[in-house]
Structures are given as structure tokens and as C-alpha cells.
């Protein structure tokens, strides 16, 4: 067999080591759970940022108050090879140490929040025995946005719409007929004025003084609010 004549043209005969891909997602998930750091030196981030902005909790009262400690994770059950083979999920039970405060008492218990998903060593989810990856998608940042939609119609259609951090979107547009619409995470519609209503202008009267010449605008809307008051 001829062999194959191989002629190099490159610059350089140094070749640069490949990094490791997987790094990205499996240093992110390492750094999320900080899981082999010791509670009282991890950092705000990932699953402690989470815990640290959901507690304290209060009572209405405030004379009860629920107060976050630490988390801990323990050793999974199985392999990621046995999950798979057992059509189970590849995690690790996920324990929360809190502390509750009364006015008679001051109690600090472990609580189980239940299992935590595990990253494999190839970056991947074992979920009831699947292999699933997580795909990256691009999300808006929280804020307020105002934009102008040219309908095929010819008309400029605008609309307003609030993101949070955390919650539900909240937006509001215009119709091809003037009528202004509240949207909750892009759901179901209703006419703006019974938000108006809920937030203290309960009659006609009141959004009028409020709001003086651009009343006229709502009337398209307020045809089709069947609501008088904010009850």
C-alpha cells in the first residue's frame, strides 16, 4: 500500500492544548452549589444567594419570624450509571438548617427540602433515567420597555411592558380599536382601567381629575370595562 505524503504548511510547529469545553458548564454548577465549601465560608452566590434573599420569613404580626442558617447536600443514592440503568434521577438530598423565633422560643432544626439535581462529569442531568443538558437562552433583563408596532394594517400600535427580577411580566397595549389592554405573563386580557380602579381610581370621575384631558383616550377602553368600582 502507497503511503500518503503529508506536506505541512504552517507557521508555527507549537500546538496549543484543546481546553476543556465542559469546564464552562461543569465550574458554573460547582461554583452554583458550592457544594465542598464550608457553610459559614461561601460566597453570596448561586443556591446561598437564593436562600439569602428568600429568608427571614415574617409573620404578619411580626411576632414570628423564620430565619435561614445553612444548607447542606448530601451523597447521592446511587451512581449517574445506576440512575440510568434504574430510570431514577441522579441527585443528592438537599437539607436546610433554620431558626425559628417566637416570643417564648428559639428553636434550630435541620429540615429535608428534597432531592437536588447532580451534574454527571460529561456536564449532563440524569432525569428519571434520561440524560438531559441544560440549553442556554437568551433572557430580557428587568426593566421597563416602551415599544411602537407598525400593524400590516398601516396603524402604530404601542404598548408598555414591565419585567421583574422575579414574577410575573406585566404589559399593556393598544388594539386596532383604541382599546388599552392589561396583559399578566401574556395571558389573558383585560381592559387598563380596572387596574386603574384596583389602585384607588374606582369611578369614572376619579380617572377624569386624574388624568384631565387624556381621559378622552380611555373611552374606547372603558366601553368594554363592564366594572363601575375597584369591588
Not at 143 to 169: C, D, M, N, Q
Request: hydrophobic share 30%.
Amino acid at each position: 500500500m502507497e503511503k500518503i505524503k503529508i506536506r505541512d504548511f504552517s507557521k508555527f510547529s507549537d500546538t496549543f492544548e484543546m481546553p476543556s469545553l465542559l469546564d464552562i458548564q461543569l465550574v458554573a454548577y460547582k461554583d452554583f452549589l458550592q457544594r465542598d465549601t464550608a457553610s459559614d465560608k461561601r460566597s453570596d452566590t448561586g443556591l446561598e444567594e437564593v436562600f439569602q434573599e428568600v429568608f427571614p420569613l415574617e409573620s404578619y404580626d411580626g411576632q414570628i419570624r423564620l430565619e435561614y442558617i445553612s444548607y447542606t447536600l448530601g451523597k447521592e443514592k446511587y451512581s449517574s450509571t445506576e440512575c440510568k440503568r434504574r430510570g431514577m434521577t441522579y441527585s443528592a438530598p438537599l437539607k436546610v438548617k433554620l431558626r425559628l423565633i417566637t416570643p417564648v422560643d428559639i428553636k434550630e432544626q435541620e429540615v429535608y427540602f428534597g432531592d437536588f439535581p447532580l451534574m454527571t462529569d460529561t456536564g449532563t442531568f440524569i432525569i428519571n433515567g434520561d440524560e438531559r443538558v441544560v440549553v442556554s437562552q437568551i433572557q430580557r433583563p428587568p426593566g421597563v420597555s416602551f415599544e411602537e408596532e407598525l400593524h400590516p394594517t398601516g396603524k402604530s400600535l404601542y404598548h408598555g411592558r414591565i419585567i421583574p427580577a422575579r414574577g410575573a411580566w406585566f404589559e399593556i397595549k393598544y388594539d386596532l380599536n383604541n382599546v388599552l389592554l392589561t396583559y399578566i405573563d401574556r395571558r389573558r386580557n383585560f381592559p387598563t382601567t380596572q387596574i386603574l380602579r384596583i389602585m384607588g381610581l374606582s369611578s369614572n370621575d376619579d380617572m377624569e381629575k386624574m388624568l384631565g384631558g387624556d381621559f378622552e383616550k380611555l373611552r374606547p377602553t372603558l366601553e368594554k370595562d363592564h366594572t363601575t368600582n375597584k369591588e
